[in-house]
Nanobody, 120 residues
Framework: QVQLVESGGGLVQPGGSLRLSCVAS????????MAWYQQAPGKQRELVAT???????NYADSVKGRFTVSRDNAKNTMSLQMNSLKPEDTAVYYC??????????????WGQGTQVAVSS
């Protein structure tokens, strides 16, 4: 079994910053691409940022220049530094990872989500 646990969400004023973290634990042989998704009330879950094991990153246009994704392969963790937050960034943020649990088995996992609210 593999678990992804997010933390770091909360309430912040517009223009503020938050840092989200995701920790993977369990039967992990290796972790491939990891990603952050957001889901705002009444909307579909959307991709925010991805990071490969080698550290290559991609971002949604809406967060480019404001959010930075990073990871620590040795600790099986991923972070999302969110700066210049806007009310439209309000959402539940989910961690996603492609996890190799053995030499022959690979699965996709989701975390339970962490709430980010941007409001004055």
């Amino acid at each position: 079994q593999v678990q992804l646990v997010e933390s770091g969400g909360g309430l912040v004023q517009p223009g503020g910053s938050l840092r989200l973290s995701c920790v993977a634990s369990g039967s992990i042989f290796g972790i491939g691409t990891m990603a952050w998704y957001q889901q705002a009330p009444g909307k579909q879950r959307e991709l925010v940022a991805t990071i490969t094991r080698a550290g290559s990153t991609n971002y949604a246009d809406s967060v480019k220049g404001r959010f930075t994704v990073s990871r620590d392969n040795a600790k099986n963790t991923m972070s999302l530094q969110m700066n210049s937050l806007k009310p439209e960034d309000t959402a539940v943020y989910y961690c996603y990872a492609i996890v190799q649990t053995s030499t022959t088995r690979t699965f996709a996992y989701w975390g339970q989500g962490t709430q980010v609210a941007v409001s004055s």
